[in-house]
């Protein structure tokens, strides 16, 4: 900066408010005379009559003090400079016109050689000086200003009126210069608003080499979230910093500022009535009892947890071996439960720890289990066989056991429906941990075995809602495995509800029932992904609507996945007390080949050996067809 730019800087910025409004009141006064002389030059192209030369002193001060009057009665001298450009060339031009009718009585009254018509060409010259002299000043100032500082230049993208309006307020910015409007309107493309360019979005990389730009301004509220998303993806694809502005109404308060990503209620796609809470004489198998709870901080666990509440137990034992969930939902609940006067204890370990299973089960006087915890993540099963199936069957052997030694009095083991002819090694485990289950039941004369089997559930960790929700969000894509693949779903307060209703139905026969629910006709993938892109607020892009806001991807089965799941093995349903609950008996290995499966996984476990899993599973799991082909499954 130069010696004397910085001086005038520093001499503006030492200047109070009434200083500056001063100086400005005073060029528009003097600037009145100089308008007025130039008006007479113009008319008389310079040569002026002797008559006007000696009538021209004596109005000189006239218009200077009418200029000044007017100024203060329109305020105009209190308009700051970087206004000038918006409300300031409206306050001028009507003190203009103040200047030119006020002068113009002035000559008529005073009579002599000027004519009143002068008056409106001094107007006009007045306004012509007094716009030009501001700007002046503005730009002199913004050049100070931006002296030794590295223009910020950047691109709007949107020309429509949020986008004037970020362009206006930032004109004056001392750093910040726009450089050109981007829209994707072909009628605006080439056009010129607010003295800038609008591109068409082709140009943005040729705009930002040419004039160094390093960041663009989304000025697009109306846009749908999904849109705006794939619109910063692209343009940070290629170098540059996105920012979204939100709309002037919203910043004001007349619209929501808020994500247009509305919350979806995972029951809205369950296209079936939800299953009615749970009854009272359910809820009265766990009053002032102590109930367990594996995995409760789970998904399942957790509301498991909070259902077990309402029943009012004795104590609650939460057994976790995430130190996290389990910090989560005794936080969760302590307060509850202290209200309804439950125990809760939390106990942190893993389900394959003999010792301490049973050491919690004697300790704190278990008579229900809820046995939840287990891998069921199907990908990540089936890139780690060994620790699902240690989890999976061997901690349900385990846990069972403890159950049964420690004399309690029922244990609900929660399935899945891809235990059913699995295609999964996650399924597979299930479904030996299940006949794990049987076995026990079958020899159990005190502890009553049971099992509920449900499809997936809406809303848990790594289900299809929240994935669907997080891709939306993004922008998409949206990833479908299959067109066609179907799935049976549930709500997570419907499955803790089955869940309790089987705990409560099960010893009815004689242990060892799977407890299944109605849960309807399946639903397709591909359309309940239709459903929540529209529940987003955006549109499917697709051949028809090439223009749409979210794509649907397929990217084929991944490894162990079934196009369709079934529910049960085999026929054979019989009816529980609760219309939607049916209870079936599969046939399961005897007591023998239950033990010989248990001691070759261990033995395959024990050698670590990965390549034996498949055929352990083929030999034991009835209907187990490993990846290789597609199961084209009938729906129970």
């Known amino acids: 900066m130069s010696?004397?730019?910085?001086?005038?800087?520093?001499?503006?910025?030492?200047?109070?408010?009434?200083?500056?409004?001063?100086?400005?009141?005073?060029?528009?006064?003097?600037?009145?005379?100089?308008?007025?002389?130039?008006?007479?030059?113009?008319?008389?192209?310079?040569?002026?009559?002797?008559?006007?030369?000696?009538?021209?002193?004596?109005?000189?001060?006239?218009?200077?003090?009418?200029?000044?009057?007017?100024?203060?009665?329109?305020?105009?001298?209190?308009?700051?400079?970087?206004?000038i450009e918006t409300q300031g060339m409206t306050t001028l031009a009507f003190a203009a016109f103040l200047l030119t009718a006020s002068s113009a009585i002035c000559l008529v009254f005073k009579g002599g050689v000027l004519p009143p018509t002068l008056s409106i060409m001094l107007g006009i010259l007045w306004f012509l000086m007094s716009v030009g002299t501001r700007l002046s000043m503005l730009s002199m100032l913004r050049r100070v200003l931006r002296q030794g500082r590295p223009p910020n230049r950047v691109l709007i993208y949107g020309a429509g009126t949020t986008g004037v309006q970020l362009a206006a307020a930032?004109?004056?910015?001392?750093?910040?210069?726009?450089?050109?409007?981007?829209?994707?309107?072909?009628?605006?493309?080439?056009?010129?608003?607010?003295?800038?360019?609008?591109?068409?979005?082709?140009?943005?990389?040729?705009?930002?080499?040419?004039?160094?730009?390093?960041?663009?301004?989304?000025?697009?509220?109306?846009?749908?979230?999904?849109?705006?998303?794939?619109?910063?993806?692209?343009?940070?694809?290629?170098?540059?910093?996105?920012?979204?502005?939100?709309?002037?109404?919203?910043?004001?308060?007349?619209?929501?500022?808020?994500?247009?990503?509305?919350?979806?209620?995972?029951?809205?796609?369950?296209?079936?009535?939800?299953?009615?809470?749970?009854?009272?004489?359910?809820?009265?198998?766990?009053?002032?009892r102590v109930v367990l709870v594996s995995g409760a901080g789970g998904s399942i666990g957790s509301e498991l947890c909070r259902q077990l509440l309402t029943a009012r137990p004795r104590r609650l034992v939460l057994f976790e071996v995430s130190e996290y969930a389990l910090y989560a939902i005794d936080r969760e609940l302590?307060?509850?439960?202290?209200?309804?006067?439950?125990?809760?204890?939390?106990?942190?370990?893993?389900?394959?720890?003999?010792?301490?299973?049973q050491m919690v089960m004697r300790r704190y006087g278990v008579e229900v289990v809820f046995h939840a915890a287990a891998y069921k993540h199907v990908p990540l099963v089936e890139a780690?066989?060994?620790?699902?199936?240690?989890?999976?069957?061997?901690?349900?052997?385990?846990?069972?056991?403890?159950?049964?030694?420690?004399?309690?009095?029922?244990?609900?083991?929660i399935s899945t429906d891809k235990a059913v002819r699995p295609t999964s090694v996650m399924g597979a485990s299930k479904r030996l941990a299940e006949m794990v289950v049987q076995d026990l039941a079958a020899r159990s004369s005190g502890t009553v075995f049971s099992m509920v089997r449900f499809g997936n559930v809406l809303g848990s960790s790594g289900s299809v809602i929240p994935l669907f929700r997080d891709q939306i969000a993004r922008g998409g894509p949206v990833t479908l495995t299959h067109p066609d693949v179907t799935r049976f779903f549930m709500t997570v307060a419907e499955a803790a509800r089955l869940v309790m209703l089987a705990g409560a139905f099960s010893g009815?026969?004689?242990?060892?029932?799977?407890?299944?629910?109605?849960?309807?006709?399946?639903?397709?993938?591909?359309?309940?992904?239709?459903?929540?892109?529209?529940?987003?607020?955006?549109?499917?892009?697709?051949?028809?609507?090439?223009?749409?806001?979210?794509?649907?991807?397929?990217?084929?089965?991944?490894?162990?996945?079934?196009?369709?799941?079934e529910l049960l093995l085999g026929n054979g349903l019989l009816a529980t007390p609760h219309p939607k609950i049916l209870r079936a008996r599969e046939t399961c290995l005897s007591e023998a080949e239950t033990a010989l499966a248990l001691r070759s996984l261990r033995n395959l476990l024990a050698a670590g050996d990965e390549a034996a899993v498949l055929p352990l599973l083929a030999r034991w799991v009835e209907g187990f067809q490993p990846e290789g082909s597609v199961i084209l499954a009938s729906t129970a």
């Open 170 to 288: 930032l004109r004056p910015h001392p750093t910040i210069v726009p450089v050109a409007f981007v829209d994707d309107n072909p009628a605006l493309q080439t056009l010129s608003i607010s003295g800038l360019r609008v591109m068409a979005p082709d140009r943005i990389g040729t705009l930002a080499r040419r004039h160094d730009v390093s960041r663009v301004l989304l000025a697009m509220p109306s846009a749908s979230p999904a849109r705006q998303v794939q619109l910063a993806r692209r343009l940070e694809d290629q170098g540059l910093k996105v920012m979204t502005l939100p709309s002037f109404a919203q910043l004001v308060g007349e619209e929501a500022l808020v994500d247009h990503l509305a919350p979806v209620t995972p029951g809205r796609f369950l296209n079936r009535p939800v299953i009615d809470p749970i009854r009272p004489e359910g809820a009265a198998t766990y009053t002032d």
């Open 3 to 83: 010696v004397s730019r910085e001086y005038a800087f520093r001499l503006v910025a030492a200047m109070t408010r009434p200083q500056k409004q001063a100086v400005l009141l005073c060029i528009d006064a003097v600037l009145a005379p100089v308008a007025l002389v130039a008006a007479i030059m113009l008319i008389h192209d310079a040569d002026v009559p002797p008559a006007w030369r000696e009538a021209l002193p004596a109005f000189l001060p006239v218009v200077a003090i009418l200029a000044g009057l007017v100024s203060m009665m329109t305020r105009l001298h209190r308009i700051q400079l970087k206004a």
């Open 384 to 413: 780690n066989p060994l620790a699902g199936l240690a989890n999976n069957v061997l901690g349900t052997r385990s846990f069972a056991e403890a159950s049964r030694n420690a004399g309690v009095e029922r244990f609900i083991l």
């Open 508 to 565: 009815q026969d004689c242990g060892g029932e799977v407890f299944v629910l109605d849960m309807g006709q399946p639903i397709r993938i591909g359309e309940l992904a239709r459903q929540m892109i529209e529940a987003a607020g955006c549109t499917l892009r697709d051949a028809g609507n090439p223009d749409g806001d979210i794509e649907i991807v397929v990217t084929g089965l991944r490894p162990g996945e079934k196009l369709h799941e």
């Open 334 to 357: 302590r307060d509850i439960a202290r209200d309804l006067k439950v125990e809760i204890v939390p106990v942190l370990g893993t389900v394959t720890d003999t010792r301490l299973t």
